[in-house]
């Protein structure tokens, strides 16, 4: 038999499938290690075929099957031909996301742990063993008394000879059991809720349909219970269900209500995983021993069979569209899954994104709503603030007087309250007034961010730190102007107005290392009162019934970002963070600070008006020619060599003018640039940035342009980024 073979080298030029003689035992899916171009290395058996173009003296064999059953399930394999051919991806590439490489490179093992066990009564053992042998009668007596004794244990206190030879005599016997890694904390079994008969329509709806659904329910409004119960269907059906998040370490909540909800049948799947934890909780799903897969982006390729739902929470989550290479959209890889498992794709989230939204309107997904928060609470209050007037009233603080009122009246009220700025660090620039000097990153063409706490600069784009400046390098004035707040200058200023009150910061900053969000969320949910401060990740799916104000510092910092987003991240960041507010009595309330107070965006969130949103802005992408009405494809050159990433620049951006005399019109728009963010890391940054109307074909030419390898020259080429930084 003749194998098709594709091998693990990141190379274009190999990007094909290659022809083995099959060993015995070699089935498509396995991991093989075969000769290639005078190494050997690792391959993927993809085919297993009787045909070969290759003259019989040409073809090689197969050195070794690397496994007796593949890893590489048909449906998986069958998805890596898909997304390839869809997303213009190498198969090699696409198989390394299917497989962790904890999986792949074998570099990961199961840990088992041994135990020890008497094997004959107490009398027989002694007797085989005889009077003689001191420790090994030590031990029987041990294991007689005990049941059974670690290993280990055992090693230590009777001496490895005694152990073995028991072993060997077949008087002890040595039990293998797997050690997990990572531990499940002790769940609480919680009392099921009984469904409302709003979620219990939803349920109905979408329970072994073949179809996508957008469930668009307020937050708070009880989704996640909702997907829970779709989930318990599928698991009573004997199927397995995918479940994911924009990233589980963000939301220990979600992790203890699915686990004790679904004791034993959880694996999770996420970035902050060792690779042994990976390992393990990979192979429990690949040996079906989990049944329900909660995750992050990448667990959408979790071995799991038989899947009777696939849930994307958040759906309108920018973490979904992975930011570098390989570069995939999770979306598109569910709903793959779902027709070839023929089961219900649920997208969930309080402000669907405009593509989706539009997508159920004009019917390919079906719409359910959930429109009302549980126990008919009231959503909170959101009241605009004008901090221009507030600054003409005489007031620089970063906090107006209305914020300042409602957060004192939650402080007295015993409750919690949420302070939201989307910038970490003190001030984020510092710049000498004499004479204009803004310190910069020596690797990246971007402000330094003032962090007071370590008296360091920080660059944000590559992590590079320097130390903070006494004066100016330039012209020596001590005059330092310090730019926007971020999180640290916060609780900073907190601390002198409530210094009594518990005050926690979450940022990057605070988070690092393993369960850095847990400590956090888990003390600020057991200490009222207090205020939490942080960036967006405050504002995912946390449900802490106690927080009653929630404060939006600087709702602009987003709105002014020049992308075409800007405006429905706005709207969906507003909404998310503010609907932490009241979710368990009806004393919620939210104040949002802003310069522009009378922008669409803020009027039609604090009305919780998403369709009011949804018109307005779609209308606006309509007549300006943006997505969903087009497609825009940029094409990011980099380089540490400014010449040499120009003149990339420059041949694909000629290539690219024949594609404009070839599509006339549908392009709308072909621009070369530099990027926005000029230098990063020490690299210079061009782009193409093209618009056209939706065309595959369109696409795929734009892709070939740029297909091709420059020395030193990185070449990156995405639909829709997420930023265009
Ligand atoms: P969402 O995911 O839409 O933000 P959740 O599922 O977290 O909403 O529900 C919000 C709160 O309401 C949670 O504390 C949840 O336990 C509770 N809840 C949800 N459904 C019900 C129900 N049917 N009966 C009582 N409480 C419920
Ligand atoms: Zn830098
Ligand atoms: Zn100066």
């Not at 159920?360 to 605009?384: C, F, H, S, W």
Request: charged residues 25%; hydrophobic residues 35%.
């Amino acid at each position: 038999m003749i194998a098709k073979v594709v091998v693990d080298i990141p190379n274009d030029a190999v990007d094909k499938v290659f022809d083995y003689i099959a060993l015995d035992d070699t089935e498509v899916g396995m991991r093989v290690r075969v000769p290639f171009a005078g190494r050997t290395v690792l391959g993927y058996v993809i085919e297993m075929s009787e045909h070969t173009t290759l003259e019989s003296d040409k073809l090689k064999t197969i050195i070794k099957n690397l496994e007796s059953v593949p890893k590489l399930k048909p449906e998986i394999l069958k998805l890596c031909l898909f997304l390839a051919e869809h997303f213009f991806l190498r198969l090699s590439d696409c198989i390394k996301l299917a497989l962790p490489s904890c999986v792949r490179l074998d570099n990961q093992h199961a840990q088992n742990k041994y135990t020890l066990s008497l094997s004959y009564d107490i009398d027989t053992a002694i007797n085989i063993v005889g009077k003689r042998a001191k420790n090994q009668l030590a031990l029987i007596a041990s294991l007689n008394d005990q049941g059974d004794l670690d290993f280990q244990k055992a090693v230590e206190l009777f001496g490895r000879t005694a152990v073995n030879s028991l072993i060997e005599k077949g008087i002890v016997l040595k039990n293998a059991s797997r050690v997990m890694r990572l531990s499940y904390s002790e769940s609480k079994q919680t009392v099921k809720n009984v469904l409302t008969p709003t979620q219990q329509h939803a349920v109905n709806t979408i329970k072994n349909q073949d179809r996508t659904f957008l469930l668009q329910g307020v937050t708070g409004s009880g989704k996640t219970e909702v997907y829970m119960t779709v989930i318990e269907d599928a698991l009573a059906q004997g199927k397995t269900a995918i479940m994911l998040v924009p990233e589980i370490s963000l939301t220990p909540q979600m992790m203890n209500r699915f686990n004790s909800r679904f004791p034993n049948q959880i694996a999770v799947l996420h970035s902050g995983l060792s690779e042994g934890e990976r390992y393990d909780e990979w192979d429990r799903i690949f040996t079906g021993e989990a049944r329900v897969v909660l995750g992050a982006r990448s667990a959408v390729f979790a071995p799991v069979e038989n899947l009777g739902v696939i849930i994307i929470d958040e759906e309108h989550d920018s973490s979904y569209v992975s930011e570098s290479n390989p570069r995939y959209d999770t979306h598109a890889v569910a709903e793959y899954r779902a027709r070839y498992n023929k089961c219900p794709l649920v997208l969930g989230s309080a402000t669907p994104s405009l593509d989706s939204y539009k997508l159920a309107l004009d019917g390919k997904y079906t719409l359910v709503k959930l429109p009302e928060r549980i126990n008919g609470l009231q959503m909170p209050k959101i009241e605009i603030v004008d901090m221009l007037s507030e600054v003409l009233n005489g007031n620089v603080s970063p906090f107006s007087k209305k914020l300042l009122s409602k957060l004192t009246e939650c402080i007295e009220n015993k409750k919690q309250a949420i302070l939201f700025i989307n910038r970490r660090g003190f001030a984020s620039f510092v710049m000498c007034r004499e004479c204009g000097y803004r310190a910069k990153c020596d690797d990246c063409e971007v402000s330094l961010v003032y962090h007071k706490e370590d008296n360091e600069l920080k660059c944000h784009f590559c992590g590079k730190r320097y130390r903070m400046l006494t004066n100016c390098p330039n012209c020596h004035s001590t005059n330092i102007k310090y730019g926007a707040l971020g999180t640290e200058r916060v609780v900073n200023e907190l601390r002198q107005i409530f210094p009594d009150i518990p005050i926690f910061r979450m940022d990057n900053d605070t988070t690092r290392g393993k369960d850095g969000h847990k400590k956090i969320l888990e003390q600020f949910s057991h200490t009222t009162p207090s205020i939490l401060v942080g960036t967006q990740m405050i504002a995912k799916g946390h449900d802490y019934p106690n927080v009653a104000f929630v404060g939006i510092l600087d709702a602009d910092v987003s709105l002014y970002n020049s992308d075409y987003k800007s405006n429905e991240r706005t709207f969906q960041l507003v909404t998310q963070v503010a609907g932490r507010a009241g979710r368990k009595n009806n004393d919620g309330y939210v104040v949002l600070q802003t310069y522009a107070p009378k922008h669409y965006v803020y009027r039609f969130a604090s009305n919780y008006d998403f369709e009011g949103f949804y018109d307005r802005e779609i209308n606006l992408r309509k007549t300006t020619g943006f997505p969903p009405y087009s497609n825009i494809l940029r094409i990011l050159v980099s380089s540490v060599s400014d010449n040499r990433a120009k003149e990339t620049i420059k041949k694909i951006y000629d290539r690219a003018v024949k594609l404009k005399e070839l599509y006339g019109k549908d392009i709308i728009f072909l621009q070369a640039m530099p990027s926005p963010v000029k230098r990063i890391q020490t690299k210079y940054r061009y782009q193409l940035l093209t618009r056209y109307a939706p065309n595959d074909k369109i696409t795929k030419d734009f892709y070939d342009i740029a297909d091709f390898i420059e020395k030193d020259v990185s070449i990156f080429v995405e639909i829709n980024p997420n930023n265009l930084r």
